[in-house]
């Protein structure tokens, strides 16, 4: 099925200590996320269910064709995922009541950040496609698993989190974004759900460095040269999105035309996705999406007094001591 239970990775994975979730509870976290767990390596804290899926999700067999993307969360996930299924999809007129027609999308992790419950509709897609199968062992890498045709699979762990075969089996893509334009989405993704307490510089502080941002990131920098990984800049995604759409048709060996990535480039648009997005949770009977928001870079202007400009500068230089990467905050 191309999910492994018995091999054991090499992730330790340990409880925090009370003293750290009283920091935590200060920093604003008192509704969001306070079942987590310390993992190494990486030293970083990730959700509690964690535990019971970090083998399942490091031993996942790829397959040769498969198309894999990796981003910190809120660093172009969701664009990122359309580029590539309207990349993949063959089919020119799609249906405009949907995000996508194409099926073979698999977002991997998903069940870390969303409640499955029994009746969600992933939940009942597994019970359809693999009877018997069971929740815990998770859902996402199950229905990939199933999937007969060629898919393109999402992460938001870190590469050395996904098993030591990856890059020497499929195409990588890796988007990264700058950390302040990180910090000021995740800070808003947060508060819209009414899920964070804290401010804007416990955010940057709390949720970058115990969600492991550098680590993450310096990961896939050091691998950028690998023939198997594409390392891209939400900024440069921004400044010309038909110039990368070029890079990455020649990355995935595509050979599509000029034509098809001009059609690529409009069906992802931020304006046609995020109309889409709100018609889709229309029709679901649930309030706007929190996924698309503004959508540009250098919102941290419009975010961050000059004060804590200033403090975030210190802690980038500071976090970053050892990397040549140049972000773009513009």
């Known amino acids: 099925m191309g999910v492994i239970k018995g091999n054991e990775s090499p992730i330790t994975v ?24 310390r993992i190494n390596p990486g030293n970083y804290l990730m959700p509690s269910l964690y535990r019971q899926l970090k083998d399942i999700y490091y031993n996942f067999e790829y397959r040769s064709d498969d198309i894999v993307f990796v981003t910190f969360p809120k660093s172009g996930t969701v664009w990122t995922r359309e580029i590539l299924r309207t990349m993949i999809d063959t089919n020119d007129t799609p249906d405009p009541t949907k995000i ?14 969303q409640n499955l419950y029994p009746g969600h509709p992933d939940v009942e897609m597994l019970n359809k496609v693999c009877p018997g199968a069971r929740v815990e062992d998770g859902v996402q890498v199950q229905l990939a698993a199933a999937f007969k045709g060629r898919r393109i699979l999402g992460w938001h762990l870190a590469l050395d989190l996904l098993g030591p075969h990856l890059l020497n089996t499929c195409k990588v893509v890796y988007v990264a974004r700058n ?7 995740i800070y808003h993704f947060f508060t819209n759900k009414k899920s964070y307490e804290g401010n804007l510089e416990d955010c940057a502080r709390f949720l970058l460095e115990d969600g492991g941002y550098w680590e993450h990131i310096s990961q896939a920098w050091r691998l950028k040269d690998h023939h198997n990984l594409h390392f891209m800049f ?9 110039g990368q759409l070029r890079k990455l048709n020649d990355f995935l060996k595509l050979d599509l035309s000029e034509q098809k990535l001009k059609t690529v480039m409009e069906r992802t648009s931020f304006d046609n996705m995020k109309a889409t997005n ?45 990397m040549d990467i140049k972000f773009k905050y513009e």
């Open 234 to 242: 939400y900024e440069d995604m921004k400044d010309d999105l038909l």
């Open 179 to 185: 950390p302040k334009d990180v910090c000021v989405s």
């Open 100 to 113: 996508n027609n194409w099926g073979g999308s698999f977002m991997l992790h998903k069940e870390l950040r």
């Open 14 to 37: 340990e409880d925090i200590s009370e003293e750290e979730t009283a920091m935590r509870e200060a920093r604003g976290m008192r509704r969001y996320n306070l079942k987590v767990v």
């Open 278 to 322: 709100n018609l889709e949770l229309a029709k679901a009977n649930k309030g706007p999406g929190s996924h698309f928001r503004r959508g540009v870079a250098g919102d941290w202007k419009n975010a961050f007094t000059s004060d804590q400009n200033k403090r975030m500068d210190a802690w980038i230089k500071e976090k970053s001591q050892g």
